[in-house]
């Protein structure tokens, strides 16, 4: 069975660097595209990006000047990171393994979800 | 930017058929997905590629893509339906989610 488990502060000051982790147990982390997701208070689902375990990322265009997300193969764990944090960025944040291809047209879509993980930028 | 747009909510009665529905630009191009988020719980995948069900999703989850607009379509809904769904398309290497829609069970 597939899980992924986030970790990471819960609270960050403002301006500073957010910093999440998330490991997926029962599965390969070099065999799918990984993603994070989040959710602020009272809102809807953001996609933050994906990376693919060669390093190949994709951002969402509204948060690529603030956020990098890394893999690391041997601990079978992919990272998040938000630059230059605001009370925007609180949040619900979540990892989730992605399945993409391509039937004549493109898919993405994530499958299994980790539990979340509440941020909160305050001082 | 791509949008999808969705109602923001949608009622039913106890074993009828909620139709939630999510549309954009040339949907018919993409494949759709559909979540169903429920509080203090993580998002689960109810449709991939527009119409395939997920092993453990109830058959009562349907969907279809008709080209500007993709549906959800929950037969029989039941009172353990009532959740927040949104819908999700690829475009142009980025993913998109639809704002939501509450589906309340009355």
């Known amino acids: 069975q597939v899980q992924l488990q986030e970790s990471g502060p819960g609270l960050v000051k403002p301006s500073e660097t957010l910093s999440l982790t998330c490991t997926v147990s029962?599965?390969?982390?070099?065999?799918?595209?990984w993603s994070w997701i989040r959710q602020p208070p009272g809102k809807g689902l953001e996609w933050i990006g994906y990376?693919?375990?060669?390093?190949?990322?994709n951002y969402n265009p509204s948060l690529k000047s603030r956020v990098a997300i890394s893999v690391d193969t041997p601990k079978n764990q992919f990272s998040l990171k938000v630059n230059s944090v605001t009370g925007a960025d609180t949040a619900v944040y979540y990892c989730?393994?992605?399945?993409?291809?391509?039937?004549?047209?493109?898919?993405?879509?994530?499958?299994?979800w980790g539990k979340g993980t509440t941020v909160t930028v305050s001082s | 930017s791509y949008e999808l747009t969705q109602p923001p909510s949608v009622s039913v009665s106890p074993g009828q058929t909620a139709s939630i529905t999510c549309s954009g630009d040339?949907?018919?191009?993409?494949?759709a997905s559909w979540y169903q988020h429920k509080p203090g719980q993580s998002p689960v995948l109810v449709i991939y590629?527009?119409?395939k069900r997920p092993s453990g999703i109830p058959e009562r989850f349907s969907g279809s893509n008709s080209g500007t607009t993709v549906t959800l379509t929950i037969s029989g809904t039941q009172a353990v339906d009532e959740a927040d769904y949104y819908c999700?398309?690829?475009?142009?290497?980025?993913?998109?989610f639809g704002g939501g829609t509450k589906l309340t069970v009355l």
């Open positions: 999700q398309a690829w475009d142009i290497s980025t993913v998109i």
């Open positions: 029962g599965d390969s982390i070099t065999s799918d595209y």
């Open positions: 040339k949907l018919g191009d993409k494949y």
């Open positions: 590629q527009d119409a």
């Open positions: 989730a393994r992605s399945v993409r291809g391509n039937y004549g047209r493109h898919y993405y879509y994530m499958d299994v």
């Open positions: 990376i693919y375990y060669s390093g190949s990322t």
